[in-house]
Structure formats: structure tokens, C-alpha cells
């Protein structure tokens, strides 16, 4: 598996550009086994359940379960349908090595008819069905002619699609893509499922643990199955991006480190194709510095290297040199039909793959990857992915241009052509959709991840954290010094027109690891090509110094600045700095922020195409707060400034903090006046005092005993009238006016929309109170459990939308008790746009409720802030 770039979920047009793929090589992996030419079947003797344990013991080291995800329980348990655990997991949708398949959102528990994600009986299923459908809102249109086969324009005017004919856009039944891989493709003839833990389970090290069962598992001993699927249980690094906040982390595919612990293409199933099997395999990608005849030596190249001659001859270059030595993990024949059981043991020496004989029981690894400097990507938190792809490279080829005497030697009878079988992602696909497509499925047991508990150790922190060496760190740059693992590794490197590469590089001596970078295509502009931090806040009122070591291929001045990260990118410091191809420390003057706020770090680079080609590396970037030396003075002063931005106090009621910090009578006539007064007004807005308990104050501001005789009679509850009280009332009811107990109203409860459970839609920033989710659609739902609605008899949903008529449908444990419309569009998604619509509700008990979307012609139904009940 390989994620490619990105572009956000549902923009209407896509204009960015495309990043070319491939892969490449880099360090070793070295097998423990020696392979057979026919390899020994892999099967697990029997199920594995739940741990009696949270702990593990590893090579004498104990582990403690960190996370886990049982979906449901032990193994066929009879545990209902249920939905994923959105805490855990968001689906995803993108295109990438030419898979055939659209990722949806649709669950077994919102459609019972056509689900890809099924939680039930102790398992998670991921299902791909064969059906036509459009992901992608593209074309502007002006009429539905122009929308082509199911197509509608919509009142937005662009194109949306029915292609599959069941009543609902497919945009609304299509998972997100939520912007770090390439954007998904139209006229996919096929559905599956893909969910990932990106931003909600990311760790760093240690032993991750799985049990899942391959496609067609179902089907009678020793049937080669149908060709064409590929499911893959995988990781990838969390720097990839950051979805959530401001930071816009450019951190692409390779860099970001991928492992695929389990990948499994089903075409090598096929004896008459691979009579060696090896279908399940693992793979490695990163990136490093390119060399001489690599694809990424030429401008705006990316490549991989890959760790493992699996599945397609392996381009590892493990003694440093193109063409040399291949690391040796020729995959693994399994008994298909079977449960089986994946260990992935990681630290900071690298990892290794463990399949059935589990390293808690003395087992042997299957593979082993060792990290050299260059593969640093494996030393940063990363999550994980599960997919069921259909076709691409990998299900379907097996790899590209497969050599062959003739087409009975390809997949499907695929032509033979020039030696080479003429295959395309697609033309392997041969299953019996109405016989068999229930079997088209992975299905996973458990995912855990344990962590060992003496810990693992990190890099020395840069000295460029701690800029006076007091021993406490200063810096708001996170890693400054790029020499940290256990954070994000790099500045982002961010492009408007421009083009490059960026990578981590041990440069050894004093400097250790620095930034390194490659302009390929400066741009059109100075900021086309952005060397940045960002993400960080700055406050008013301080002052901040800030400086970063840079040396360049060929001399130039580079523009450093801070500035916003958003629109309008207003820059609050800057200088600019003439830099050679030694190491220059670029100091910038100190400055103060007007407004608190976001900021970013930047290194502008673009802008000038005599720097085509040319080299930047960066180190130490420091930005921190100067030392306050401002002395507090309030000697002689009752009021006013300190002269350091606190106050020395405040006056009272009628008097003025004067001009040397004095409280003097304010600007008028009035005089407080307390003569002869112990209790009531003192005419200026004061006070002269109160009376002690049996006492009241009276005109005369004298405190006189009080006269008041108590009074209950009638009451249960309530003022006696002198003070005192008659009674309390019971839990669930309320004191009246008349003194009676009456049954209580219930407290108006706020359920927000971004902590309930998520289907097809996913939270963002932008509430009037908290977040808010958008990506509303129809059949979409947003669930909170546990929802009490005995004596509630409305609920009002705070909305946006930039048009009119949205619609969802309120339901309590699966009956709708309500519906709220949004007659007149507010004018945006988020805050200040937002309003109220309403309905009444009749239901009693304690339930799931939860906001179901109608389908709307334009996408989205509206955001969703929060429901109240009253």
C-alpha cells in the first residue's frame, strides 16, 4: 500500500497538482528463514482469544496492553450488530495505485443492505461489493445534460451522481477525503472499506498484535480463489498530516515512513500464475537524500525505498549503492481459509514481523528490519490503517509488465506481448459477484498494542531548546534542531506554484541530523516555496527573539519572517539574510505581537529561477520569549499601573484612580456620607454596613430588631416569610410560588455535535459552542447514547448552511419522534451563520437519539453545533 498526496474532502474543484509515485530502496531487511521453493503453509492450530492477561513477557522484557480494539468481544460470541468505535477509527476515501474501488461510510447498522463496515459476533468485516459509483462533486454544469449517465446538476452547480440507482447522490455514501492522500476517482465499478486511527491512536514503539482472516476464506479446502483482491493491515507515520488545528504539515508520502505488517494479494493464490504462492508479504517505504540514478535525482521526483524484494524484486540499496545487494523477505505462503495471527514488534534498533509463533512464546520472526540513519521515519508515533483494496498494482498485477512466453501465463488470459503480459489494475478480477461476493471480506478478530514498560530511549534534546542553558528548555519551536525522535522530524516544506524535496540528513560533527532541501522549480513567487513551522501562538504585549542557523549550495539572501498561517497572512516581523555555503545564524530583531495569536516560522526560498536546482539546509531554529526585566512599583499607590502591566488596586464606588495613583472624589458632587448610619446606602453608590441576624435596617439606616412573624401555614416548602424556610421537596420536584411541591421541569440539556458518534459526517472547528460537524448528508447520522428524554418535549439543533430546505430526521432507539427543517439558509457553515430550528418531541426512557440526514440535492444538509433538549 502507498498513499499518494492530497487534496481536501469534497472541494468542488480540483486543481491541485499530482505527485508522481513509485518505489525505490534503501536499507536491509534480513530474513530469519530460508525460503523452499515451495514455501511451508502457514496455519494457525486455533483461534486465539482474549488475553487472561494485560501484560506480556518478550525476550525477557515485560509489556503492558496500551490499546486495543476488540470490535465487540471474543470471536463468534453472538454479539449484535454494532457501529465502528469512532474514538478508535474514521473511514477514509482516496486513489491510489490504481485501485478499483470507492471507500464509503455505509455501516451494517445504518444499511442493512449495502454496508462495507460490519462490527458483529466478536469481528470487524470490510466487505467489497461490485457496484458503480461517483465520490467526486467535479464538474460545474448549468443543466443535467451535461451531467452525463445519472448525473444531476445540483443547485451548487456542479455535477452529482447516482450510478449505482439507489436514490442517494454517492457523494453522501462515500467516505471522507480528509486531505493527506490523492484525491478519490470517479466511475469506480466497485465498493469497500478503509478506516485508519490517524489523530485518535498514535504511538510510538512497541508490540502491535492482530488477528484477521483473508478474503474467500469461506470457500470449500484447497479452492484457489478468485484473483483481485488486496487487504493490507498497516502503518504509517503521524506527521503525515494534521487535520485538526492550524498546522497545514506538508509531510507527503514516502517521508512519512509506511510499514505494511500485513499485505496479502490474492492473485498469487493462482499456482498456474505464481506455482511459488507467497501471497502474504510485508513491505517498508521511506525516504531519504536521492543519489545518482534514482528517480527523485531528477526535479520534483518522489521515490520510495523499499526494504523488501516483496512483491516486485525488492530496489533496496542496503550498501549504500543503486543496483547493490537486496534485502530478502520473499513473502509467505498461508492457508488462506484460516485465522492468522500478525506480531509486530518495533523499538528504536527497528522491527520485526512475527506470523502464528508469536514472540511471547519463543516464536522466530519472519523478517527484520533494521534502521539506519536515513530511516527516521520509524523512529516518530504513526497509526494505523485497515483497507480491503480491489485491483491496483498490486491486486491485480501482482507487479507491472510480469514476464511471460504466452497469455495463459497472465492474469485472465491477458495478452502476451513483447514477453510481457499486458495486465491493467482491472483485468484480474474474475469473482462471481452473485455466487460469491458475501465472501469478498477481511475480517479482523482484534487489533493490540502493547508498549514495554521500562520504556525506550529518545535523542538528546538540541541545545537550541534551551537558549540562556539554564536546563529548562525556551524554545516554542518543537524540534529545532531535527535531531529529536520523538516528535515530527522536519519543518514542513509547502509549495504555491513551486517545487522541491525535503529530507533529514545526518551531516555528523556538532550539527548531527539538519534539514535539507531541494528548490527543483522556485515558482512565481518568493513565498512559492516556504520552508516552515507553524502552529504555534504568540501573545500581545510580548517580546520574542528568534534566529536559525541556514547554508545554501550557492550563495543567496533568503526573506525569514513571522507571520499569520491563514488568511490574511498579515507578517508581524521579518529580515532578510545573506546566506553562503557555510553555516550563517541568521538573527532576526526582537519583536512584540500586537494581537495574540497563531503564528509561522517561515523561510522563504521562492521566487527566483537562477536557484533551480540549488540546496538549503537548515538547523537550530529558535524562536522563545525574551527575559521580562520589568520591576512592579507600588510604593505610595493605592490604585493604577504597576508600570509593568499589572495594577496596584482599584477604588471604590464614587472615586477616581487619579494621575499618581491616588483614589480621589470622581468628577461631580456627590460625597459618601455614613453619619450616623449604620447599615443601608451611602449615597454615592456604596454601602455603610448591614445588620446582624433578627435585625432590620430602616429608613433612618439604623438596624431596629425585626417584627416578622413566621408563616407556614399551608406551605410545604418555600419562604416562611421572616427569613426562615417551611420545608424542602423531594428529588424530582420543585418548590412553586404558592409554597406547594410541584413535579420539576428538567434542566435543559446541550448534547454536542462532535462528541457523538459520527457516521459519513466528522467534526471541525467553527461552533458558537465548541465544534461543530459538518459533512452532514443524507443517511448520515450523528448518535449520543444514553440520552434521557422522559420530560422533554422539544429539542432544538443548532445549525448553518449556505442554502435552504435541510432536513434530518430525530430518532430515539430507532423510531423518528421528530423533524428538523432549515427553511431559510443562513449564509455560511460556521459561526456567526449559525441558528436554531426546533421540533416537539413525545418519548419517555433512556436511549440512543440520534440526528439522521434527508437527502439533499446540494450535499450537505447543513453543520450541526449542538442539540438542546428542553
Known amino acids: 500500500m502507498k498513499p499518494g498526496w492530497s487534496a481536501a474532502w469534497k472541494r468542488l474543484v480540483l486543481g491541485s497538482s499530482v505527485w508522481a509515485l513509485g518505489l525505490g530502496a534503501v536499507s536491509c531487511v534480513v530474513d530469519d528463514t530460508q525460503a523452499p521453493e515451495e514455501a511451508e503453509v502457514l496455519q494457525s492450530e486455533a483461534p486465539l482469544e482474549s488475553y487472561g492477561s494485560r501484560t506480556l513477557t518478550i525476550a525477557g522484557q515485560p509489556f503492558t496492553l496500551t490499546w486495543e480494539d476488540d470490535f465487540g468481544g471474543d470471536l463468534n460470541k453472538g454479539q449484535p450488530k454494532s457501529l465502528l468505535n469512532s474514538a478508535n477509527w474514521k473511514k477514509e476515501n482516496l486513489g491510489v495505485n490504481f485501485e478499483q474501488q470507492a471507500y464509503t461510510n455505509r455501516e451494517c447498522v ?28 467535479w464538474q460545474q454544469c448549468t443543466a443535467t445534460s451535461q451531467c452525463g449517465t445519472n ?41 469497500s472499506g478503509r478506516i485508519k486511527s490517524d489523530e485518535k491512536v498514535e504511538f510510538r514503539y512497541g508490540y502491535i498484535e492482530f488477528r484477521a482472516r483473508m478474503p474467500f476464506a469461506d470457500l470449500p479446502a484447497g479452492a484457489t480463489p478468485p484473483s483481485g483482491m488486496w487487504p493490507a493491515i498497516w502503518l504509517l507515520g503521524a506527521n503525515g498530516a494534521i487535520a485538526n488545528g492550524t498546522r497545514d504539515d506538508s509531510v507527503g508520502w514516502p517521508m512519512n515512513g509506511e510499514i505494511d505488517i500485513m499485505e496479502y494479494t490474492q492473485i498469487k493464490e493462482n499456482r498456474a500464475l505464481y506455482p511459488s ?5 510485508f513491505n517498508a517505504l521511506w525516504r531519504e537524500i536521492p543519489e545518482a540514478g534514482e528517480m527523485a535525482a531528477a526535479p520534483g521526483g518522489w521515490q520510495a525505498n523499499a526494504c523488501s524484494d516483496w512483491p516486485n524484486g525488492g530496489d533496496a540499496k542496503c550498501d549504500g549503492d543503486v543496483g ?115 465472501k469478498a471480506k477481511l475480517e479482523v478478530d482484534y487489533v493490540r498494542w502493547f508498549h514495554r514498560n521500562s520504556g525506550y530511549p529518545q535523542a538528546t534534546r538540541a541545545a537550541c531548546q534551551d537558549s540562556d542553558g539554564n536546563g529548562t528548555a525556551d524554545n516554542i519551536i518543537r524540534n529545532c534542531g531535527f535531531n529529536e525522535d520523538y516528535t515530527y522530524h522536519r519543518s514542513d516544506l509547502f509549495f504555491d506554484g513551486g517545487q522541491g524535496l525535503t529530507d533529514i540528513n545526518n551531516e555528523g560533527g556538532s550539527r548531527g541530523y539538519v534539514q535539507w532541501v531541494r528548490i527543483d522549480n522556485s515558482g512565481w513567487q518568493p513565498h512559492s516555496v516556504q520552508i516552515r513551522q507553524e502552529g504555534f501562538q504568540l501573545n500581545a504585549g510580548t517580546t520574542y527573539k528568534w534566529k536559525v542557523d541556514v547554508k545554501s549550495s550557492v550563495a543567496r539572501t533568503l526573506p525569514i519572517k513571522i507571520a499569520q498561517p491563514a488568511a490574511p497572512y498579515g507578517v508581524i516581523a521579518t529580515f532578510n539574510c545573506n546566506v ?48 521580562n526585566t520589568c520591576q512592579p512599583e507600588c510604593t505610595g499607590k493605592t490604585c493604577g499601573s504597576d508600570g509593568c502591566g499589572g495594577v496596584c488596586g482599584s477604588c471604590r464606588s464614587g472615586t477616581t484612580c487619579g494621575s499618581w495613583g491616588q483614589c480621589t472624589a470622581s468628577s461631580g458632587t456627590c460625597t459618601p456620607s455614613c453619619s450616623g448610619k449604620t447599615c443601608g446606602s451611602d449615597g454615592c453608590g456604596g454601602t455603610c454596613g448591614t445588620c446582624s441576624t433578627g435585625n432590620t435596617c430602616n429608613a433612618s439606616g439604623q ?97 448553518g448552511a449556505p442554502y435552504a430546505n435541510g432536513q434530518a430526521q430525530l ?60
Not at 497563531?598 to 524562536?623: C, P, R
Open 110 to 137: 445504518t444499511h442493512p443492505n449495502n454496508w462495507n463496515y460490519c462490527v458483529e459476533n466478536g469481528k470487524l468485516t470490510l466487505l467489497a461489493r461490485k457496484e458503480p459509483l461517483d465520490c467526486v462533486v
Open 277 to 281: 504462492n507467497e501471497a502474504m508479504g
Open 324 to 438: 547493490g545487494a537486496r534485502a530478502q523477505w520473499p513473502g509467505k505462503t498461508i492457508d488462506y481459509h484460516q485465522w492468522h495471527t500478525w506480531g509486530f514488534l518495533w523499538d528504536e534498533k527497528g522491527f520485526k514481523i512475527y506470523i502464528d509463533n508469536m514472540p511471547y512464546n519463543g516464536g522466530t520472526p519472519v523478517g527484520t528490519f533494521t534502521n539506519g540513519d536515513s530511516s527516521t521515519e520509524f523512529q516518530q508515533p504513526m497509526y494505523l490503517i485497515l483497507n480491503n483494496a480491489v485491483g491496483g498494482e498490486l491486486g491485480c498485477l501482482g507487479w507491472s509488465s510480469r514476464t511471460c512466453t504466452s497469455s495463459a501465463q497472465c492474469a485472465n488470459g491477458a495478452a502476451c506481448s513483447g514477453g510481457k503480459c499486458q495486465e491493467t489494475p482491472s483485468s484480474c478480477i474474475n469473482i462471481d459477484w452473485a455466487a460469491h461476493g458475501d
Open 151 to 191: 448525473g444531476t446538476c445540483a443547485a451548487t452547480g456542479y455535477c452529482v451522481y447516482d450510478q449505482n440507482r439507489n436514490g442517494v447522490f454517492d457523494h453522501e455514501e462515500c467516505a471522507p477525503a480528509d486531505g493527506i492522500s490523492n484525491f478519490p476517482a470517479n466511475g469506480q465499478q466497485y465498493t
Open 811 to 870: 430518532k430515539f432507539n430507532g423510531t423518528v419522534i421528530g423533524t428538523l427543517k432549515l427553511a431559510t439558509a443562513t449564509g455560511g457553515w460556521s459561526s456567526p451563520t449559525l441558528t436554531d430550528i426546533s421540533t416537539g418531541i413525545s418519548a419517555s426512557g433512556t436511549g440512543t437519539l440520534c440526528l439522521a440526514g434527508v437527502t439533499h440535492a446540494n450535499g450537505w444538509i447543513f453543520s450541526v453545533d449542538y442539540l438542546d433538549l428542553k
Open 703 to 799: 438596624c431596629t430588631p425585626s417584627t416578622c412573624t413566621p408563616q407556614c401555614s399551608g406551605k410545604v416548602c418555600g419562604s416562611d416569610g421572616c427569613g426562615g424556610t417551611c420545608g424542602t421537596c423531594s428529588t424530582g420536584n420543585t418548590c412553586n410560588a404558592s409554597g406547594q411541591c410541584t413535579p420539576s421541569t428538567p434542566t435543559a440539556v446541550r448534547l454536542e455535535a462532535e462528541s457523538a458518534t459520527l457516521t459519513g459526517c466528522f467534526a471541525e472547528a467553527g461552533g458558537d459552542s465548541g465544534g461543530k460537524v459538518v459533512a452532514f448528508e443524507g443517511n448520515d447520522t450523528i448518535c449520543w447514547s444514553n440520552v434521557t428524554l422522559t420530560g422533554r418535549t422539544s429539542a432544538t439543533a443548532h445549525v
Open 580 to 627: 553562503g555555503t557555510g553555516w550563517t545564524t541568521c538573527t532576526g530583531p526582537n519583536f512584540t505581537p500586537q494581537a495574540t495569536g497563531i503564528y509561522k516560522f517561515e523561510i522563504t526560498a521562492g521566487g527566483n529561477a537562477a536557484f533551480n536546482g540549488s540546496q538549503i539546509w537548515v538547523d537550530d531554529m529558535y524562536l522563545g520569549a525574551t527575559t
